[in-house]
């Protein structure tokens, strides 16, 4: 299992329009790709237009080729990626710790 | 309920060091506040000695007001501040979606 961690960055007038693009193609297109485990989507408190959004994966790879080089992907893209202020920084972590 | 995410950057060579000291600082320091609910421990895959960590506290209060005016902030500090190659981006989320 791994983490997908993005950090989008907004127009501020587009803040909620934005986070509602975001719950719409997690729940439309990204929880229905192979390999999907789980996403939480977070709002900043202090930088408007700043979302953070988690996704596990089960392996790197299907994030990064099963999900990246399919179709979903396009669809995706074009309901979130038309509010982009900056390229979002998207990286991939390990899990070392946790409490829950 | 409010997440934090506290972005850090050290040296690549103290990568495994600092994230160590990460644990051995939530276990014994933080996850001891008023307020922890609970927190994940992320390490970057891509960029070496980038971490990130994510606190969920009871209130917003409770990280700014309750935990960083009290002594325990201060042995939190010295347990993992030595290692900062720069200082660490610390904001605060509204959790608006999830799925686990």
């Not at 074009?78 to 202020?85: D, E, K, Q, R, T």
Request: charged share 20%.
């Amino acid at each position: 299992m791994i983490t997908e961690l993005a950090d989008f960055s907004v127009q501020p007038d587009h803040h909620e329009a934005f986070g509602q693009a975001l719950a719409q193609g997690v729940a439309t297109v990204l929880s229905k790709a192979e390999g999907y485990l789980g996403h939480e989507i977070l709002a900043s408190q202090e930088t408007r237009g700043r979302w953070v959004l988690l996704v596990r994966w089960s392996t790197l790879e299907a994030h990064t080729v099963g999900f990246r080089e399919s179709s979903a992907f396009a669809e995706w893209r074009a309901l979130i990626g038309p509010y982009f202020a900056q390229p979002p920084r998207v990286e991939h972590f390990d899990l070392t710790d946790a409490s829950r």
